[in-house]
T-cell receptor, first 114, second 113 residues
Framework: KAGVTQTPRYLIKTRGQQVTLSCSPI?????VSWYQQTPGQGLQFLFE???????NKGNFPGRFSGRQFSNSRSEMNVSTLELGDSALYLC?????????????FGSGTRLTVV | GDSVTQMEGPVTLSEEAFLTINCTYT??????LFWYVQYPGEGLQLLLK?????DKGSNKGFEATYRKETTSFHLEKGSVQVSDSAVYFC????????????FGAGTTVTVRA
């Protein structure tokens, strides 16, 4: 079965712009989570969507937002980009999220802000 | 809050050596524990998991046992290969943490031929 697909793989944006990243989860998975990975901060949780509703949110400013569609595909948006937003953004899907199910990650979107 | 602490790297080994990466956790209740691996330029891959005390997760020669008494989930492999060179992350998911994954800092492992 197809894995988690993230598009695009690479992005270069200028400070002040906004960006939208996309994630298509494994078919049948209803939970989609987003993580930011940087050398300094490691892997940090951004938010999770389950059945089109944001179920959980990490400690990121309001410039970071997301949504989930009825087919479980998810997008995250970052507005007013800052240099510090340069990171690998990872999407993870799961059947229901939670304790008993592993999360499957996509290959990520590498965002560079210049 | 819930957190994971794993041994700092980098770790450099020769092929066929024994690998151990220590991981301890702090959590309220009974978390599930995971090891993920990240190869250069790629996302995270689930290596193994354990969902209750004394469970042993295993995959591709790697093993880890959920030890509630020591709050640990150490990763081991008896004979590493060059292809095992990667970054390894210990993680937990707990009801008290709203099920999100909390990761350790990652341990970079390099295996030399």
């Amino acid at each position: 079965k197809a894995g988690v697909t993230q598009t695009p793989r690479y992005l270069i944006k200028t400070r002040g712009q906004q960006v939208t990243l996309s994630c298509s989860p494994i078919s049948g998975h209803r939970s989609v989570s987003w993580y930011q990975q940087t050398p300094g901060q490691g892997l940090q949780f951004l938010f999770e969507y389950f059945s089109e509703t944001q179920r959980n949110k990490g400690n990121f400013p309001g410039r970071f937002s997301g949504r989930q569609f009825s087919n479980s595909r998810s997008e995250m948006n970052v507005s007013t980009l800052e240099l510090g937003d340069s990171a690998l953004y990872l999407c993870a899907s799961s059947l229901y999220g939670g304790l008993d199910y592993g999360y499957t990650f996509g290959s990520g979107t590498r965002l560079t802000v210049v | 809050g819930d957190s994971v602490t794993q041994m700092e790297g980098p770790v450099t080994l020769s092929e066929e050596a024994f690998l151990t990466i220590n991981c301890t956790y702090t959590a309220t209740g009974y978390p599930s524990l995971f090891w993920y691996v990240q190869y250069p330029g790629e996302g995270l891959q689930l290596l193994l998991k354990a969902t209750k005390a004394d469970d042993k997760g295993s995959n591709k020669g790697f093993e880890a046992t959920y030890r509630k008494e020591t709050t640990s989930f150490h990763l081991e492999k008896g004979s590493v290969q060059v292809s095992d060179s990667a970054v390894y992350f210990c993680a937990l998911s707990a009801r008290s943490n709203d099920y999100k994954l909390s990761f350790g800092a990652g341990t970079t492992v390099t295996v030399r031929a």
